[in-house]
């Protein structure tokens, strides 16, 4: 008999593992900071990671596009172990990865616009003038930023750079999106917005995503899943709501915060 072909391709499709971390550990000196960590994230999936600051949240999503490789275990992103990417194959992968970084800089001297053309022409060495100002509109829309396109970075607030930091991550069109405390430092509104901005950009983009954060909210918001890490290793894992209503000692000390 023959299987249903069709239908088992999409389901393959939807649970495609992206990132496949397997017990790494990582120590610097005699501080042995990951311990025990493994980690799938799916196609289309946003995974959060809750931890306390200095916990190697930062060091585990460096591991994934190269810029540390672990002492031990693996980190398979679209299938290559990592560690063994060729120069020219670690740059390709790069391109796939968007990581938005926690100060998510812009070019102070460059307008709105230019900051999202630069990674265009030089990342993706796009040419097409009209594609390009296709792209720049789309994705200064989709963060909500139409009107800033001629302003300089100056002009904006936190709130709005973070926005362009955002869309000029987003704008090379990234199969997977790592978001190192995307809401750190911004007031609680903002916070609101760009976690909300975040899901928003997963519906549209179908990208899979990493958020890293301890802004409890922007975890309920944002996330599809949730693990919690804490002393280099992964201690739960669930839905926000799932894990809010642990019995786990350790684990609603995260969620009775009073921050
Ligand atoms: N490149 C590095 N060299 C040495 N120590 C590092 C390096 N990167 C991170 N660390 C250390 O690893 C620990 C975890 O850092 P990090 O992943 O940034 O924590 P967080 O969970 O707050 O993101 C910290 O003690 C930090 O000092
Ligand atoms: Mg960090």
């Known amino acids: 008999m023959q299987k249903p072909e069709n239908h088992s391709h999409i389901s393959d499709a939807a649970n495609e593992v992206v990132v496949d971390i397997q017990h790494i550990s990582k120590t610097f000196g005699d501080n042995e ?3 025990d960590i493994s980690l799938q994230v799916h196609r289309g999936e946003n995974v959060v990671v809750l931890g306390k600051s200095g916990q190697g949240k930062s060091v585990t999503i460096q ?15 679209f299938g290559d172990e990592v560690a063994n990417l060729s120069d020219k194959k670690l740059k390709e992968l790069r391109t796939k990865v968007g990581f938005l970084f926690q100060s998510g800089a ?6 709105v616009r230019e900051n999202l053309e630069f990674p265009l022409t030089r990342v993706l060495k796009m040419k097409d003038k009209q594609e390009i100002d296709n792209r720049v509109q789309e994705v200064l829309e989709g963060v909500g ?6 302003k300089m970075p100056s002009d904006l607030s936190g709130g709005m750079r973070k926005r362009v930091g ?3 991550t987003l704008i090379v069109k990234p199969e997977i999106m790592l978001y190192d405390e995307p809401t750190t430092g911004l007031d609680p509104i903002t916070s609101r917005e760009i976690s909300q901005l975040i899901l928003n950009m997963q519906k549209k983009y179908k990208t899979a995503s990493i958020i890293i954060t301890h802004d409890m909210e922007c975890a309920k918001i944002t996330g599809d899943r949730v693990v919690i890490m804490n002393e280099g290793e992964y201690i739960a894992e669930g839905t926000f709501d799932e894990l809010e209503s642990s019995d786990d000692e350790l684990v609603s000390s995260f969620f009775n915060q009073t921050v």
Do not use: F
Request: charged share 20%.
């Open 33 to 35: 900071v990951l311990k």
């Open 63 to 77: 591991c994934i596009v190269g810029l540390l490789h672990p002492d031990s275990g693996s980190v398979k992103v």
């Open 106 to 111: 812009l070019y102070d001297s460059m307008t």
């Open 145 to 150: 930023l139409i009107d800033a396109i001629d």
């Open 166 to 168: 955002l869309a000029r």
